[in-house]
Every structure is written in C-alpha cells, then in structure tokens.
C-alpha cells in the first residue's frame, strides 16, 4: 500500500489521469482508427475478391472466393482489349507529366521562394486558384482547341491538360519546401566559385530531394488516375490509356457484363501505386512535413 502510494506521488498527474483511466477510453482511438481503416480498404479488398472469382460466379456475395480463378486476368491481357498497350500509354503519358512538372515546378518555386517582388503572394495566390477550376469545366474548351490544332488521338492531348493541373500543386508544395531552406547555401556555393545556377542544382536541389520526391509521387499518381481527359482527347485504342481501355470492356463470348474482368484490370492498375506508396512513405511523409516547419 504504501508502495503504492509513493508511486502515485512520483509520477505526474498526467500519467496518473491516464493510468486510472477506464478501459474504453485507451481504446476508443484504436477502434476509431480500425474503422477509418476498414472503411478505406474494404472496396479494395472488395475488388481484389471479385477479380479472383471465376466468370460465373462474378456476382456472388461471398467474403472469400471459392474456387480461386485466374480467368479473369487472362480475359483482360486476352487479345482485342489493348489493355497492355493502355498500361505503355499510361506510364508514357504519367511519366511525362511528371517529369515536365518537377522541371517547370521546381524552377517556379525556387523563384517564389528567393525572389522578393511586388504581389508575390497574389502569385502564388492564383496559381493555387487554379487547380481549383472542375475538370469537367474545361473539356468542351479544350476539346474543341486540340480538334483546330489536331491534337485529337495524340499523347500531348493527354500531357498538356494534366501538366496544367499537376503544376499549380507542385509549385505550392515545392515553395513551401523551398522557403525553409537557409539562403546561406547558396551564398556559401557562389563564395566557392558556383554561379547562381550551379548553386541550385548542385546545393538546393540535392537538399531538396524529400520534397520533390514526394511531389514527383502524388503527381504520378494523379496523372496514372486520370480519366476525364483521356477519355475526352482520344477515340483510339492504340493510344489510350488503361482507365479508359477498362472504361470500354465489353467481356467475352458468354458473358455481357464484364465485372470481373474489370475488377482484375483494377487491381492490376492499383497494385503498383500500393505498392510505390508502401515503399516510400517515410519519404513521403518527410517530404509533406518539411517545408511546414521554419
């Protein structure tokens, strides 16, 4: 008892608030957070089940599929869907916009970031305005555009629209990023001899790499899922993309409802992203917390 007692006594009152504490309340926010989470991952688990079903079992409500059965990966790979050669166009289209926005991104948000000028807020202000305008907004304008220049059925039909999107988030995120990184850098780089330029990506960028690591993840990302403007800018199938090539399944001999087929397409679309975002994010998580701290 005394024993007891003493203990009390040293530990702060927090730890003994939180040591006589009832049951419910130390794990209330684990069963929260267990119910964000199966909420999020049960329509993926979901179609993760219905890919595995056989074709004639697509429709049961079953939580395990029994038999398993891999027909349905064989229909989406099968001949006539193009699904492979939508999987190249969607890593050719997503690659390019990534790559273009880290390039013209990190160029304009080191320029906000070290540069002092009148309405530099008003800038950024606006350009974050941007990416708020719906897509949906924009297609019959752009549309009719890339039908003058003939750019219907073209990669850059694809490439420009979802660079205009990407960016306005980049040059944000990457200013945020920027802004917290000493000036002292480059001025200890030019006192070596390194020119402003060399400076900045010889110093700043090597620095820089969370930051833009992240921000090359979540516009890969972005730019895999898009559908609208794929969907939009192209009528064939050699130049489509892979959400669009699911879009458009119209099943096998036998089977007019191509569920599981289009399941079996979205965990192979999916996969890759989970797996990438698995992988990587402690980076990802150090790149969106570093520009917030001064």
Same mark, same amino acid.
């Not at 040293?10 to 309340?25: G, N």
């Given at each position: ?136 907004? *924009?297609? /019959?304008?752009? +549309?009719?555009? %890339? ?8 990669? !850059? =039909?694809?490439? #420009? ?7 306005? *988030?980049? /040059?944000?995120? +990457?200013?945020? %990023? ?8 480059? !001025? =200890?780089?030019? #006192? ?103």
């Amino acid at each position: 008892m005394a024993t007891e007692v003493q203990s009390k006594q040293i530990l702060p009152p927090e730890a003994i608030k939180a040591a006589e504490a009832s049951p419910w309340r130390r794990w209330a926010p684990l069963f929260g957070v267990a119910l964000i989470v199966i909420y999020c991952l049960a329509p993926f688990y979901w179609m993760v089940v219905s890919a595995f079903r056989r074709p004639s079992d697509q429709f049961s409500n079953k939580l395990i599929p029994a038999p398993f059965s891999f027909q349905n990966f064989k229909d989406v790979f099968g001949a006539g869907n193009g699904f492979g050669r939508g999987l190249l166009n969607s890593l050719i289209v997503a690659g390019t916009v990534t790559i273009l926005t880290l390039v013209i991104g990190m160029v304009a948000a080191y320029t906000l970031a070290r540069l002092d000028f009148r309405g530099k807020n008003a800038v950024l202000a606006i350009i974050i305005a941007t990416s708020m305008f719906p897509g949906i907004s *924009l297609v /019959v304008p752009l +549309l009719k555009l %890339f039908i003058d220049i003939k750019w219907i059925n073209t990669y !850059q =039909a694809m490439i #420009v629209p979802s660079l205009s999107f990407a960016l306005p *988030l980049a /040059v944000w995120n +990457l200013t945020a %990023f920027f802004r917290q990184m000493p000036r002292e850098l480059e !001025q =200890a780089a030019m #006192v070596d001899g390194c020119t402003p330029a060399q400076a900045f990506r010889k110093v700043i960028i090597p620095l820089a790499a969370p930051g833009v690591f992240t921000t090359a993840i979540i516009t890969f990302i972005a730019a895999w899922n898009e559908f609208l403007i794929a969907l939009s800018m192209t009528n064939k199938k050699s130049i489509q993309t892979a959400n669009v090539i699911i879009s458009q399944f119209v099943g096998t001999t036998g089977r007019d409802q191509p569920f599981g087929s289009q399941m079996a397409a979205g965990v192979v679309v999916t996969i890759p992203l989970v797996i990438a975002v698995l992988i990587f994010q402690r980076r990802i998580v150090a790149g969106l917390t570093a520009g917030g701290v001064k």
